[in-house]
RNA sequence: GCUCCCUUCGUCUAGCGGUUAGGACGCUGGCCUCUCACGUCGGUAACAGGGGUUCGAAUCCCCUAGGGAGCGCCA
């Protein structure tokens, strides 16, 4: 028997993190097994359902890499399965029609939460003749007694009595047929074998093992995932922040990062933390994942971000950046090449948003020195090592712009004033890049180029001279 | 209210009867250093509470407390 998972979003908003971390399980545990990982659409709800949604979800699942082999399928295609099954089920006589009132079944309700028992249908219509052209719903039997052991693959083996359900509609009174009985039959007709979701859905599994059994099929095996909760313990909500994967993708997160981080959010191998989807499929098992919910750190995800920007392929990370860099105003073709910029700044950025802003520099000059770094090194005493490093770098042949040269303006330059480096190429960083903090002095010097070099020079010294006149 | 699920450092977790309760993020101290980062060495901090079972419980059982989910003609 070949493993097939199958992950089933309602089209109804954007892929969330919660969603592709199920999404991801359910992916691995199929690659896992050499399995299929098939897609779902259930969009009964034509409500809520959008075809934006649809797009949305397929975008985010293809930025994280989780490729799926069969599907999309779309549950309001599948209509004819649903009503040939509920067919099956009144011909067995295990569905009946019911024509309770709303304000029968209110009045139910209310007399059972007041006497402090669950509220549940009491299975008045059962075997009344209901008139089958009058507006009814059909129910489904449920059995009156025994119990119904779901073997999670995560929860291990959990009980529900027969009594605690009650009989679930499965189809309505406009003819579509419900969740319970929608979702059945698809994992049934698709041959899905392990059904891994969130646990918000393992109340609902015993009556869809009913209702599975009821219709001669075998029950799939189940996984049910703990959910993912925001940092003061609720359920991860859009009021916690960014919750799309696809805007993880827009603040400059790489897939692999995310991934990683979702992976490890409620699995472990040891204490391994980094892991690429390669290792993952190679590692992961179900059994692994714990039973707890847990909850989204974003700190750990910098980290995580940070690290694949520092340690991934340069032109890869290049690549991904390059949009970001769109995205404040700057053409890459205009200066230094990405990659080189993001070899230097690689272990300086969390997110690919940040690296595009602290590496701006490189590509055109700033609006103002940064206060307090201006302060602090462009004073009286820096105009001299200025204009002796303006002089020495205005000697250099542009085909010796490189590290090695520059690093040694700098040294010929302290030597002669007999200062340390921190003297001359402190105020050399503030002059070039506006701010105190970029990387090493040479490496910056030749992104900025020797033109933009000394021409920043020259703004810096104003600067001072302006400065000075202010002063006295 | 009823049913089901969950509970190890602030956070993610290891642990599956015998450990000084380990790792990671964060925070923090040192080192490295032309700045910021990176890196590196160290520190901080947890078994929800109470009963059992056992020679021995974070590990097994029960109760309590606290969280969560479900109880729709939503999915």
Known sequence: M????????S?????????ARTALFSYLFARKHGGQFVLRIEDTDLERSTAESVNAIME???WMGLDYDEGPFYQTQRFEHYHAAIQELMDKGLAYRCDCSKERLERLRDKQMAAKVKPRYDGHCRGRQVDPDAPHVIRFSNPVDGAVIVDDMIRGRVAFANSELDDLIIRRSDGSPTYNLTVVVDDADMGITHVVR?????????RQINILKALGKEPPRYAHVPMILGSDGSPLSKRHGAVSVVAYRDMGYLPEALLNYLVRLGWSHGDQEMFSLEEMIALFDIGDVNKAASTFDTDK???LNQHYIQHGD???IARLLSPHMGQIGIDPATGPDLVDVVAAQGARAKTL???AEISAFCYRDFEAFDEAAAKKHLRPAAREPLQRMRAGLEMLALEDWEPETLHHVVERVAAELELNMGKVAQPLRVAVVGRAASPGIDITLQLVGKEATLRRIDKALAFIAEREAAAS
């Open 11 to 19: 089209p109804t908003g954007y892929l969330h993190v919660g969603g």
């Open 301 to 303: 995800l910098d980290w």
């Open 198 to 206: 969130g646990d918000d859905h393992l109340n609902n599994t015993p």
């Open 314 to 316: 340069p032109a890869h």
């Open 2 to 9: 070949t493993v097939r998972t199958r992950f089933a979003p």
């Open 353 to 355: 948003k940040e690296l």
């Open 60 to 62: 985010g699942m293809t």
